[in-house]
């Protein structure tokens, strides 16, 4: 397969529209193109089942929604699932990045590096004042005896980067407080 040159070198989430619809997922962070694999199974079921725990919990002025791109100046990253404000403006493209209060990623093999260095620090650029990451998979810096999933929440600080808020593994019950209340057990994620 033959990809289109972008124009001026740097891609952009308009030459996204010129990409097949091949069962590949097209993202553009920091001007580059990001192609990766369609999520399997396992990271499906486990971001239906959180947009489902979050569906219950979220205020009436935020929506969920998975998979969609959010815009940060001519980027478009696409995180596996997000609480916006709504009504949502919708151009066809993806949703405006202040609308965004939440961002999930669910980091897969292919998906390690962005997911943990680089689009957290694009999503805290952009002002998305929430930042959540789940390990399905085992990981460095895992603790011993922790069960997978491991869920860290992020919260986005002074500086313009995001602070650890909680680590919680399988089988532990958390309440976050923000950007609204939410009580889980990321062990009832995956079936």
């Known amino acids: 397969m033959v990809l289109p040159v972008p124009r001026g070198g740097r891609w952009t989430a308009t030459d996204l529209d010129q990409l097949p619809e091949n069962g590949l997922r097209y993202e553009v962070v920091n001007g580059l193109l990001v192609v990766t694999a369609a999520p399997n199974i396992r990271h499906q079921l486990l971001i239906q089942g ?6 219950d919990a979220v205020p009436p002025w935020l929506v969920t929604l998975p998979g969609v791109g959010v815009l940060i100046g001519e980027d478009e ?20 990045a202040g609308q965004v209060k939440l961002v999930v990623e669910v980091v897969s093999k292919s998906t390690t590096l962005q997911d943990r260095m680089v689009k957290p620090v ?25 069960s ?8 986005l600080g002074g500086d313009q980067t995001y602070e650890l808020t909680h680590r919680v593994a399988a089988g532990d019950v958390v309440t976050l407080r923000s950007p609204f209340e939410f009580t889980f057990d990321p062990g009832t994620l995956l079936p």
């Open 50 to 55: 959180l947009g489902r725990a979050l569906d």
């Open 77 to 96: 990253p696409i995180p596996d699932l997000i609480a916006a404000i709504g009504p949502i403006e919708w151009d066809g493209r993806g949703i405006p």
């Open 122 to 146: 694009v999503y805290a650029e952009a002002g998305i004042p929430h930042y959540w990451r789940l390990e399905i998979n085992s990981f460095k810096g895992q603790l011993p005896g922790e």
């Open 148 to 155: 997978l999933p491991v869920l860290f929440a992020y919260e």
